[in-house]
């Protein structure tokens, strides 16, 4: 599967952000919805077999919903999953309580940035290393 091909738009697709910004968290909030990560859940479905992550994919939209209107959310790398298969976690054994790592752990992982302040910073820090390995 090549997450950068497809479109963010697509329903069709399970997608799973990697980094968000804070307009997407109070609109996606509700995701969250009793002690269960929505998003995180995807990685721990044995139902889906194959995985396509990108770090590049960015997926802007704004909302058009009532007390959200106007507001746009972003997505900074994004993993799409597949097939698209509802699984039901027996509720004595869930990701969550075998200590499941948020969504955005994931980007942590893999590197995502959230557009130029983050490369900026990045870069920066790599060369602050290598000015301190030589002095």
Known sequence: MKAENFRCDDPSK???PLKVN???KEVFGPARSEGKYVYSRAFFNPKHTKIGCSKE???PDTTKAAENAGKTIKIWGVCILGPSNDYHFDDSNTPEKNGM???E???DLLGVGTGSS??????TLF???ILAFYF
């Open 22 to 24: 804070r307009y997407f």
């Open 57 to 59: 994919k960015t997926c």
């Open 101 to 103: 790592p948020t969504y």
């Open 14 to 16: 399970e997608k799973v």
């Open 118 to 123: 983050g490369r900026f910073f990045s870069l």
């Open 105 to 107: 752990k994931y980007g």
């Open 127 to 129: 060369l602050v290393s």
